[in-house]
């Protein structure tokens, strides 16, 4: 685990910004007396934690918790996307921001905090992990180094006294692990969960979970457990807002403007977040980049842009919706969120064409799709004239048009779990949909439940150890797709001719204007 300074980065953040310990990575033996030397810099200051961790050694991990404790810090589970340069980059000089060498934001889609570190999280005064975050746990794994010591004496005479001498010799026996918690390590986690104020109920799920698994807290249970302390996300310690009343947060902290610099010549620069789009123009996507990690891991990154239909058939009133084309990563989710947010019509439907990608960010991505009931269809979308977000490519009403296209298709993966979220899902006919495993059976078994689809699409994915390709038959029997329309049910030039009018469905500024200018005497 590798703990870092982050000052927020995010749009309305100028000179007075929340800070944060941005605290990634699996918990070793060494992490506890990291976090004291960091906290040590710090001084007087209280800056919340943001934890991201896979898990690690638990005797750290409850080290960690107290350490937070006596601290008074707050945590939250969340993850840090760095907007100037990333830890570890050529570049990033520690003089930057007046010792701030990090800017960014923080969400809590696709983080996850597993295995020991919710013994970590446990240890914060005020811990929130919101709707998005990941929280498991599980049997604790213990290796074993047994040894054998045998004692051999002699004795030996010198000058004509006689001494003992003993020698030890040590002979290291086979290591072997046990996957079940002893009598004696149950009680060391009692007492801590006790000393922290934490109910004995997450003691009974990692016990009860085999340690080969690893068993989701749902949000609702860990206010149960007092393992959360509120329903609030990661914002509670690092939104812009903090720092702009009259009384900001204790982890808010002026600097000169002119002290972030305005651009890192020799680093990397890491995909900006993007920025919020005028509540009258539809929200543009920022320039996509290559993602690596990713099935098809040449396909850039994933980006959302609303589209108006270019038929001449729907003119003037055409059908709108999101363009979601690109490899899905863990900041997707939060991407399709900031352009729900910039909308004035946040019930577009989203057409989507993907090699898949991040299996954490897919799942985040359609929970959110699921919770703004919206329409998910399988299609390909044409813009004309560029590819966003080139210049030139918005129309006079701000902007993209374009038309669906059923060619060059592909849902792959992790789509077809992004699919799953959607109010109504749809495949066109010649759109190509695969599936394959990518672990975390129970995670992904306990998403398709949430999302009320047949085990039947859990099963074809948990045997498909290489992608395979579902036909649209079977896609209706698992209850994958809603039934056999294509995207025209959704998109097509004639739906906004309909009788209700469809909710995507909008005449452009002028033509309102136009509508409601009196004729001219």
Known sequence: MRFIFARSSAVGCKTNCPEWISAEGAITADTPALLKRVLKKLGTRKLPIIVNSPGGDVDAALQLGRIIRKNGLDIAIGKTEFSDCW????????????????????????????????????????????GWAYLGVHQITTTWFPSTRHFRTTYKTIRGKRYQVTTETVTEGRSYKTYKMSKGFARKISAYLAEMGVGQGVLDKMKATPASDIQRITLHDMLTMKLATSTDTVELFTGVILCMGDKPAPNCREIAEDARPAAVTTAKPAPSRQAEAPSSKPAKAPTAVPFRGAAGNAAPEMRF???????????PDCPEWISAEGAITPRTPQKLRQLLA?????????????????????LAAGRLIHERKLDVVVARTNILGCNPPGAGCLDDNGAYVGLISQFGVECDSACALMLAGGARRLVDPKAR????????????KAYLDEMAISQGLF??????????????????KVGLVTGP?????????????????PDNCRLPPSANAQAKTPPEL
């Open 433 to 444: 949909l695969s599936v394959s495993s990518m672990g975390q059976k129970r995670i992904v």
């Open 87 to 130: 830890p570890g980059t050529e570049g990033c000089g520690a003089s930057f921001g007046k010792g701030v060498a990090y800017f960014g934001v923080a969400s809590d889609g696709g983080a996850m905090c597993n295995s020991a570190c919710p013994l970590m999280f446990a240890g914060g005064v005020r811990r929130v992990a919101g």
């Open 485 to 501: 329309d294509t995207s025209d049910t959704l998109t097509g030039p004639a739906i906004c001719r309909s009788s209700p009018k």
């Open 342 to 362: 910039a909308l004035d019509n946040p019930w577009l439907p989203v057409v989507i064409s993907s090699r898949g990608g991040d299996l954490f960010g897919a």
């Open 459 to 476: 099963a074809a994915i948990d045997q498909s150890s290489v992608e395979r390709q579902l036909e649209p038959d079977v896609m209706l």
């Open 305 to 315: 842009v609303v589209v108006r239909g270019s038929d001449p058939l729907c003119d």
